[in-house]
Protein backbone atom coordinates (compact mmCIF):
# COMPACT_ATOMS: atom_id res chain seq x y z
CA UNK A 1 0.00 0.00 0.00
CA UNK A 2 1.83 3.56 -1.35
CA UNK A 3 0.06 6.66 -0.07
CA UNK A 4 -1.46 8.87 -2.12
CA UNK A 5 -2.24 11.59 0.39
CA UNK A 6 -0.62 14.50 0.90
CA UNK A 7 0.10 16.62 3.53
CA UNK A 8 -2.79 19.32 3.11
CA UNK A 9 -5.58 16.49 2.30
CA UNK A 10 -4.13 14.11 5.55
CA UNK A 11 -4.81 17.92 7.70
CA UNK A 12 -7.89 18.49 6.64
CA UNK A 13 -9.42 14.85 6.94
CA UNK A 14 -7.72 15.49 10.52
CA UNK A 15 -9.65 18.40 11.13
CA UNK A 16 -13.30 17.21 9.47
CA UNK A 17 -12.42 14.07 11.43
CA UNK A 18 -11.92 15.54 15.18
CA UNK A 19 -15.07 17.87 14.46
CA UNK A 20 -17.04 15.30 13.62
CA UNK A 21 -16.38 13.01 16.70
CA UNK A 22 -16.70 15.99 18.79
CA UNK A 23 -20.01 16.37 17.35
CA UNK A 24 -21.00 12.49 18.22
CA UNK A 25 -19.45 12.80 21.95
CA UNK A 26 -20.51 15.66 22.63
CA UNK A 27 -23.92 16.01 21.75
CA UNK A 28 -23.85 19.36 20.65
CA UNK A 29 -26.21 20.42 19.58
CA UNK A 30 -28.75 17.50 20.28
CA UNK A 31 -30.00 16.61 16.77
CA UNK A 32 -30.92 12.93 17.27
CA UNK A 33 -28.36 12.23 14.48
CA UNK A 34 -25.43 12.35 16.77
CA UNK A 35 -24.47 9.14 16.23
CA UNK A 36 -23.44 10.32 12.35
CA UNK A 37 -20.32 12.00 13.79
CA UNK A 38 -18.89 8.69 14.63
CA UNK A 39 -18.39 8.20 10.72
CA UNK A 40 -15.44 10.93 12.04
CA UNK A 41 -13.27 7.72 12.70
CA UNK A 42 -13.13 7.25 8.68
CA UNK A 43 -11.22 10.49 7.86
CA UNK A 44 -8.85 9.93 11.24
CA UNK A 45 -7.76 6.64 10.19
CA UNK A 46 -6.90 7.18 6.56
CA UNK A 47 -5.26 10.45 7.51
CA UNK A 48 -3.24 8.48 9.50
CA UNK A 49 -2.20 5.61 7.24
CA UNK A 50 -1.76 7.93 4.49
CA UNK A 51 -3.59 5.58 1.98
CA UNK A 52 -7.58 6.54 0.45
CA UNK A 53 -9.26 3.41 -0.51
CA UNK A 54 -11.67 5.60 -2.81
CA UNK A 55 -8.48 7.05 -4.56
CA UNK A 56 -6.86 4.05 -5.47
CA UNK A 57 -9.13 2.80 -8.43
CA UNK A 58 -9.11 6.05 -10.14
CA UNK A 59 -5.70 6.44 -9.90
CA UNK A 60 -6.00 9.82 -7.88
CA UNK A 61 -2.80 11.06 -6.08
CA UNK A 62 -2.76 14.23 -4.09
CA UNK A 63 1.19 13.75 -2.54
CA UNK A 64 4.32 14.77 -4.28
CA UNK A 65 6.14 12.21 -6.24
CA UNK A 66 9.86 11.67 -6.31
Given at each position: ?52 P ?13
Amino acid sequence: MTRNMGSTDRILRTVVGVALLLFAITGVPATGYNWLGWIGLVPLATAAIGWCPLYAPFGIRTCRTS
